[in-house]
């Protein structure tokens, strides 16, 4: 079974600065997709960013970047120039590419990002 | 507004009470699932749906059960209510061939 691991509950960071999420995952499957989810105090959750496993260049939405590393099952989120409403938990992701999306996300236990003004 | 709705958005139930989560979307999606929240767990999925008329279970189905009703909605169903089940349930459906789930707003349940 795939697992996701966010070894960082909460993480901290001064408005303007960047600050970089850390996502690790375990899978024997050479083609799936990452994602990264966002969930503000409203409890809406929000897709921030995708990544396809078969391409190498990392996905970028904005001041949100991805650094994948395929081999080292790594999947981080950087936010650059933080603001206030990027205060939220972030949630790493995965997602096996079935065609059908049969089996839904596998989500790691989240990271609550804390932003100082 | 086109997506995924939810209802209730709340709910307070006694042990050994009995309801349903109802979820319905409007985007003509073929997979449906319903998950939990807990804190410090992050969501697991408890059932899921690949299309109308078949269900299959997730991570964490005891307890629980569901109906597909039709390709726009998908219940959950508590027959008798435990305090671990007190959680936040999400609900979320998919267009097959596409993997970018569309969430509903979440419904809290707290079990006495």
């Known amino acids: 079974a795939q697992t996701v691991t966010q070894s960082q509950p909460e993480m901290s960071v001064q408005e303007a600065e960047t600050v970089t999420l850390s996502c690790t995952y375990d899978?024997?499957?050479?083609?799936?997709?990452l994602f990264w989810y966002k969930q503000p105090p409203s409890r809406q959750m929000i897709l921030v960013i995708r990544?396809?496993?078969?391409?190498?260049q990392n996905a970028t939405e904005n001041r949100f970047s991805v650094n994948f590393q395929k081999a080292a099952k790594s999947f981080s989120l950087k936010i650059s120039d933080s603001q206030l409403g990027d205060a939220a938990m972030y949630f790493c992701?995965?997602?096996?590419?079935?065609?059908?999306?049969?089996?839904?996300?596998?989500f790691g236990k989240g990271t609550h990002l804390i932003i100082q003004p | 507004n086109a997506g995924v709705t939810q209802t209730p958005k709340f709910q307070v139930l006694k042990t050994g009470q009995s309801m349903t989560l109802q979820c319905a979307q409007d985007?003509?999606?073929?997979?449906m699932y319903w998950y939990r929240q807990d804190p410090g767990m992050g969501l697991r999925l408890i059932y899921y749906?690949?299309?109308?008329?078949?269900?299959d279970k997730g991570e964490v189905p005891n307890g629980y059960n569901v109906s597909r009703l039709n390709k726009r909605e998908f219940s959950l169903r508590l027959e008798s209510a435990a305090p671990s089940q007190t959680s936040v349930y999400f609900c979320?459906?998919?267009?097959?061939?596409?993997?970018?789930?569309?969430f509903g707003a979440g419904s809290r349940l707290t079990v006495l």
């Open positions: 992701a995965y997602s096996l590419y079935s065609g059908g999306g049969a089996d839904g996300l596998t």
């Open positions: 899978t024997s499957e050479s083609d799936y997709y």
């Open positions: 990544q396809e496993a078969y391409k190498q």
């Open positions: 985007m003509n999606h073929n997979s």
């Open positions: 749906s690949a299309s109308e008329g078949t269900t």
């Open positions: 979320a459906s998919i267009y097959s061939g596409a993997n970018v789930l569309t």
